[in-house]
C-alpha cells in the first residue's frame, strides 16, 4: 500500500495543529484502504495527545460524502466549528490571479462560528489565505532576510508524527514521540 492522505493531506493538517498546540506526546493512528483494489490509503485518523490533557483528532475519508467540519474546537467555555476549505486552490482553477484586494478571502457562510453557550454564536471572519506569502517568506529566508515561514524543528516533528503514525496503524498501539 502506497501512503496517499497520509503524504497528501496528512501534512497540511499537522502543520496546523503543530502551530497551534505544539509537538504531541503520543500518536495512534488508523491508516486504510476502503476501495477494492486501491494502491493508495483513503482513510487517516490521526489521534493525537498532548502535554496537558489536549487532544486533536484528524481525519481525511475520501468516500464520505457528508460535508464535515474543517476544524471543531472544544474547550471549557465554548466551542468553535469551521466549514469549508481554503478558497485560493477553487480561485486559482477558476481561472483567477492571485494578488487582488479580494485574493484570500473567504464568504462569510464558511467563516468560523464561535458557541459560547446555546443562544450565544459569534461569526469569526476567515483571515485572508496566501499562499504566496509563504514563498516569498522562504525567498526571503534563503536570501540572508528574515527566518523561514516554517521553522526546521517543526519540520521535524511533523516527519516524527507521520513516521510514529505508520507505526501505530501497523501494530495498533499508541506511539510515543
Given at each position: 500500500?502506497?501512503?496517499?492522505?497520509?503524504?497528501?493531506?496528512?501534512p497540511?493538517?499537522?502543520?496546523?495543529?503543530?502551530?497551534?498546540?505544539?509537538?504531541?506526546?503520543?500518536?495512534?493512528?488508523?491508516?486504510?484502504?476502503?476501495?477494492?483494489?486501491?494502491?493508495?490509503?483513503?482513510?487517516?485518523?490521526?489521534?493525537?495527545?498532548?502535554?496537558?490533557g489536549?487532544?486533536?483528532?484528524?481525519?481525511?475519508?475520501?468516500?464520505?460524502?457528508?460535508?464535515?467540519?474543517?476544524?471543531?474546537?472544544?474547550?471549557?467555555?465554548?466551542?468553535?466549528?469551521?466549514?469549508?476549505?481554503?478558497?485560493?486552490?477553487?480561485?486559482?482553477?477558476?481561472?483567477?490571479?492571485?494578488?487582488?484586494?479580494?485574493?484570500?478571502?473567504?464568504?462569510?457562510?464558511?467563516?468560523?462560528?464561535?458557541?459560547?453557550?446555546?443562544?450565544?454564536?459569534?461569526?469569526?471572519?476567515?483571515?485572508?489565505?496566501?499562499?504566496?506569502?509563504?514563498?516569498?517568506?522562504?525567498?526571503?529566508?534563503?536570501?540572508?532576510?528574515?527566518?523561514?515561514?516554517?521553522p526546521?524543528?517543526?519540520?521535524?516533528?511533523?516527519l516524527?508524527?507521520?513516521?510514529?503514525?505508520?507505526?501505530?496503524?501497523?501494530?495498533?498501539?499508541?506511539?510515543?514521540?
Amino acid at each position: 500500500m502506497t501512503h496517499g492522505l497520509l503524504y497528501d493531506l496528512g501534512p497540511h493538517l499537522i502543520d496546523q495543529v503543530i502551530c497551534l498546540f505544539g509537538k504531541p506526546q503520543t500518536v495512534y493512528a488508523q491508516i486504510e484502504t476502503q476501495r477494492l483494489g486501491s494502491a493508495a490509503d483513503d482513510l487517516m485518523r490521526l489521534n493525537l495527545h498532548f502535554a496537558g490533557g489536549l487532544h486533536a483528532l484528524l481525519e481525511i475519508d475520501m468516500l464520505n460524502p457528508c460535508p464535515v467540519f474543517r476544524f471543531h474546537l472544544r474547550g471549557k467555555n465554548g466551542v468553535f466549528q469551521k466549514m469549508g476549505l481554503d478558497p485560493q486552490e477553487e480561485r486559482l482553477v477558476a481561472g483567477e490571479m492571485p494578488g487582488g484586494a479580494d485574493w484570500g478571502r473567504e464568504e462569510s457562510d464558511k467563516w468560523g462560528q464561535l458557541w459560547l453557550n446555546q443562544d450565544d454564536v459569534d461569526l469569526i471572519e476567515t483571515e485572508p489565505g496566501d499562499y504566496g506569502g509563504f514563498y516569498r517568506g522562504v525567498a526571503a529566508a534563503l536570501r540572508g532576510n528574515g527566518l523561514l515561514p516554517v521553522p526546521p524543528h517543526e519540520v521535524v516533528w511533523q516527519l516524527q508524527i507521520i513516521e510514529a503514525a505508520l507505526r501505530s496503524s501497523e501494530t495498533g498501539e499508541v506511539q510515543r514521540l
